[in-house]
């Protein structure tokens, strides 16, 4: 499960990371079948290579890795003042190609500290001012401009309201200090490459636009005003519980907007595993990316989430109009993300004490997938399958119609998840039959991996 796991993991250094340790505990099993020993094996060297083409090569690191110098050049998020002065009022990026048909404006403005006290700033400056790149005169945050609410009488000006913001905010520890800059690249990428090691467990970058905001694998996305962008950090010791992140950030920010006024009854659903859905259509999306670092993991959570801008597909305030007439114009960026960190920090709370366990049946009743039929293969090998929740790894879960259970992971190399799923045949219980409860249990009963013989694609969907 373990090596499967890594199939849900992007970072090639944490790849490994999961690899080196659930090696070590294969040797620790007291007994293992010949076919599952040598399947665990197979899995564990495939990704040892991997570590070697790619994560222990110091050389192809500095070539190849997203935090690459001479990359960061072209990509940063607070990328110069002469780079950002090419940006066009069309939204055009010279250097990157990127265009979009909303108006982007010329004034990226400066880096901005935020914080809503006093220690909270000067324990970021204090950090800030340790890092090398602090030093360097030409970067935009070496200039950062700061405050505190608690003494400063004003805020800077600022297409967001960070007064009404802080005043929704009811958290003990997360968003409390905010980065901010008016126009990004990215976000993620800010706050990966500058802020991943700092030590403020919940610190938040915002911005109103960003031209390359961080999509799954390499893609990039533009999102214009209207879009609430953001990404924040948090750190995670345990290796098993990193690709649950995402879920427990999904099931937050549906949570959240369920209770601003008149949102109760709109139809927001989450698809698995990263993107939420409204009225069917996808209005926002989630990025988690690591770094192991003094025996923990550095995330950084990347979220793009439509509430004010209607184009290409629909968003939160038009969903609230929708059940509501006149009420979506209550419906604000910062009421939305003051609702998300209000409603994540006690299920982070939870998670880390308590695991994913005790939140999926939160987190089944508010996704798309319950009953989702599911043809895996083509032709006559097609299979209808109907999923049922996750299984104890994290994956889909489904059902054959001769009862036989499944295990549906992504085959690693599809845009849509549902567009390429791997299926594994997993054990029924001792009658035959599906346990009551369906989601992430124990593994007793669980098949081991014999061969990858009959692994089928997914060949098409039916239902939502």
């Known amino acids: 499960d373990s090596l499967k796991m890594t199939k849900l993991i992007e970072n090639t250094e944490e790849k490994q990371a999961v690899v080196v340790e659930a090696t070590a505990k294969l040797t620790q099993l007291p007994s293992l079948d010949e076919t599952t020993l040598k399947m665990a094996k197979m899995t564990s060297t495939e990704f040892s290579e991997v570590a070697k083409m790619n994560s222990i090569n110091a050389a192809k690191i500095t070539k190849m890795s997203t935090i690459d110098a001479a990359k960061m050049s072209k990509m940063s998020s607070i990328d110069t003042t002469a780079k950002m002065a090419k940006l066009t009022k069309t939204g055009k990026n010279e250097d990157m190609g990127a265009s979009s048909a909303v108006p982007m404006s010329d004034d990226a403005g400066p880096v901005e500290l935020i914080c809503t006290t006093a220690t909270a700033k000067d324990k970021i400056l204090a950090w800030m001012s340790n890092q090398t790149w602090f030093q360097d005169k030409h970067n935009p945050l070496s200039n950062i401009r700061s405050v505190s609410l608690d003494q400063d009488q004003t805020v800077p000006s600022a297409l967001f309201d960070f007064r009404a913001f802080f005043g929704h905010l009811k958290t003990e520890q997360y968003a409390h200090s905010v980065i901010y800059r008016r126009l990004m690249q990215s976000t993620q990428t800010l706050l990966a490459q500058y802020f991943s090691a700092a030590p403020i467990e919940g610190l938040l970058c915002l911005s109103d636009e960003q031209l390359s905001g961080k999509g799954r694998g390499s893609n990039k996305w533009e999102s214009p005003l209207g879009c609430l962008l953001y990404s924040f950090k948090c750190r995670e010791p345990d290796a098993m519980k990193l690709p649950f992140l995402q879920y427990i950030v999904s099931l937050a920010l549906v949570h959240g907007i369920k209770t601003l006024p008149s949102a109760q009854d709109i139809d927001i659903r989450i698809k698995w595993p990263n993107d939420i859905y409204g009225d069917g259509m996808k209005i926002g999306g989630i990025l988690c990316q690591s770094a192991y670092s003094e025996g ?94 996750l299984t104890d790894a994290g994956f889909l879960l489904a059902v054959g119609k001769d009862g036989a259970r499944f295990e549906l992971h992504p085959d690693g190399n599809s845009l849509d998840f549902f567009a390429g799923l791997i299926k594994k045949k997993l054990a029924t219980n001792a009658v035959g039959q599906l346990p009551e409860e369906v989601g992430i249990g124990g593994r007793k009963g669980r098949l081991p991996i014999g061969s990858s013989k009959g692994r089928l694609p997914i060949g098409s969907l039916k239902g939502r």
């Open 296 to 389: 923990a993991y550095d995330v950084v959570v990347g979220i793009g989430l439509n509430v004010t801008n209607d184009k290409p597909t629909t968003c939160l305030s038009a969903l609230v109009d929708k059940v509501c007439p006149g009420a979506g114009a209550a419906v604000t960026r910062e009421r939305v993300l003051a609702a998300f960190f209000t409603a994540l920090e006690p299920k982070m709370r939870a998670f880390t004490s308590e695991g994913f366990q005790q939140l999926v049946p939160e987190y089944l009743k508010h996704w798309l997938h319950t009953d989702q039929e599911v043809i895996v293969g083509t032709g006559d090998e097609a299979t209808p399958v109907v999923i049922k929740g």
